[in-house]
């Protein structure tokens, strides 16, 4: 099983989270909330922080670096605890990203009978080629979309982590679909 697949499952992997946490607080039912958040929200924001990085350390470490923060500045304030960590993790991320690099839709299933040599060379090379498609539209248009489509986040959450109007959200995300299913059907055509 691959690292990605077990950290996004198992959010108690988080344990160096829980155990820094429970060194900086001096209160037990301070403790009990940090570590609480964590097993609530560690797959969201794994998934977020990988969806911008496509690297599983550098994810965990955003994570890490997310709770961690929250610590620090206390969430008892805050309105909507998933979309503020979803948004102070997509921060982190989009600041430890260095170079662009395709997204990774490996997971997504694609109709096939059985999975046999050609069945499974074709899901490879249609996954890559899809990954191409998405990585091929533009930054302000493909973030929401993939935080829409493939993290599940409402519009309202998507503007608070992109810091953009809702509105804003919707429209990107509606240009993107169509956008992306124009490059698809280019693909299929038959070239003279």
């Not at 600041?95 to 997504?108: M, N, Y």
């Not at 973030?143 to 429209?171: C, D, F, K």
Request: net charge neutral.
């Amino acid at each position: 099983m691959s690292h990605e697949i077990t950290m996004a499952a198992n959010p108690a992997s988080f344990a160096s989270v829980q155990e820094v946490a429970e060194t900086l607080t001096p209160g037990a039912a301070e403790t009990a909330d940090l570590a609480s958040c964590v097993r609530q929200h560690a797959r969201l924001l794994f998934k977020v922080a990988y969806g911008v990085l496509r690297n599983s350390h550098d994810a965990e470490d955003v994570v890490q670096e997310t709770f961690l923060r929250a610590h620090r500045a206390g969430t008892s304030t805050v309105r909507d605890a998933q979309a503020w960590l979803a948004t102070v993790a997509f921060r982190i991320a989009l600041d430890r990203k260095r170079i662009p690099e395709a997204l990774d839709i490996a997971g997504l299933e694609i109709a096939g009978k059985e999975p046999d040599a050609e069945n499974l060379a074709m899901r490879t090379q249609q996954v890559a080629h899809l990954q191409k498609l998405i990585a091929s539209l533009p930054e302000d248009l493909r973030y929401p979309l993939v935080l829409s489509a493939m993290e599940e986040l409402n519009s309202r959450q998507i503007s608070e982590v992109l810091g953009i109007p809702e509105s804003s959200v919707r429209g990107r995300i509606m240009r993107a679909r169509p956008m992306l299913k124009e490059k698809m059907s280019a693909r299929m055509e038959p070239r003279p």
